[in-house]
């Protein structure tokens, strides 16, 4: 399943969906994570897409549909790279369960956050050539692993606001610490969103949709949320009550 040179030093939580992170002290002793220490989440399967037949769909509100291969994005567009951290919001869960129990959930240390250098193009350098039309507010993200939640098959998927997704930090990346992608980090393409939870930074990048409204996708419109500490059980939260988490305190 795993290349296992690709796999991450230290705990494995889950093999399938394949969770794993490196405990603290390995962690820090690096200010950029190496690759095999970077943590992992996932919530389904770690799918291996064929990088030659591999296309990018850009679809919604813009006047030109786009349809990019991984070398039309490296030729077409400049290349930037960024540094940044990402952090999940399952991080120091075990703590929290502590207080309170949290079904379902893996209860993570400290492990899930990491840093590195980016290399891909600017996602606005690719929206600008598909024209944005004026409805779009919000630019969603769909990854190509396969997600059930209740037997049902809901992918994954998240969205930023347009004003957000112009400024020059998003990235689609390629490259990682000057290293190919790795499957488990989402090769042959993902989203970084620096300065946002993990969840928005979608892996296996299969399509990016301008809409006039938020991803109505499981993981951006019921997951992710912060409640009212009147809310006790997640089963029974009213989703559109929750606040949408995206910017990192
Ligand atoms: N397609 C897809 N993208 C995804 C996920 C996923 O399960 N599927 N997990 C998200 C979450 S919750 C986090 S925290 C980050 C983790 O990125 P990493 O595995 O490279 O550390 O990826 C995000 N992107
Ligand atoms: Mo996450």
């Excluded at 692993?145 to 990346?173: R, T, Y």
């Amino acid at each position: 399943m795993n290349d296992p040179s690709t796999r991450t030093l230290g705990i494995v939580y889950q093999e399938q969906p394949y969770n794993a992170g490196t405990p603290l002290p390995q962690l820090c002793s690096s200010f950029v994570t190496p690759q095999e220490r970077f943590f992992a989440r996932s919530h389904g399967n770690t799918p291996t897409i064929d990088s030659e037949s591999y296309r990018l769909h850009i679809t919604g509100n813009v006047r030109n549909y786009l349809e990019l291969s991984l070398a039309e994005l490296r030729n077409r567009f400049p290349s930037y790279t960024v540094m940044a951290t990402l952090q999940c919001t399952g991080s120091r869960r075990k703590e929290l369960a502590e207080l309170r129990p949290i079904p379902g959930e893996l209860l993570w240390g400290g492990e899930p956050i990491s840093n590195a250098i980016w290399r891909g193009v600017a996602l606005r350098d690719v929206l600008a050539a598909a024209e944005i039309e004026p409805e779009a507010r919000y630019v969603a993200f769909a990854g190509l692993d396969e997600v059930l939640k209740d037997d049902e098959q809901v992918g994954f998927g998240s969205s930023i606001a347009l004003e957000k997704a112009l400024s020059p930090e998003v990235l689609l990346a390629y490259e990682m610490n000057d290293q190919p992608l790795t499957p488990e980090h989402g090769a042959p393409l993902r989203v970084i969103v620096p300065g946002y939870i993990g969840a928005r930074s979608v892996k296996w990048l299969g399509a990016i949709t301008l809409q006039s409204e938020p991803s109505h996708n499981y993981f951006q419109a019921k997951s992710y949320k912060l409640f009212p500490s009147y809310v006790t059980e997640a089963a029974k939260a009213d989703a559109s009550q929750g606040q949408t988490l995206e910017a990192l305190p």
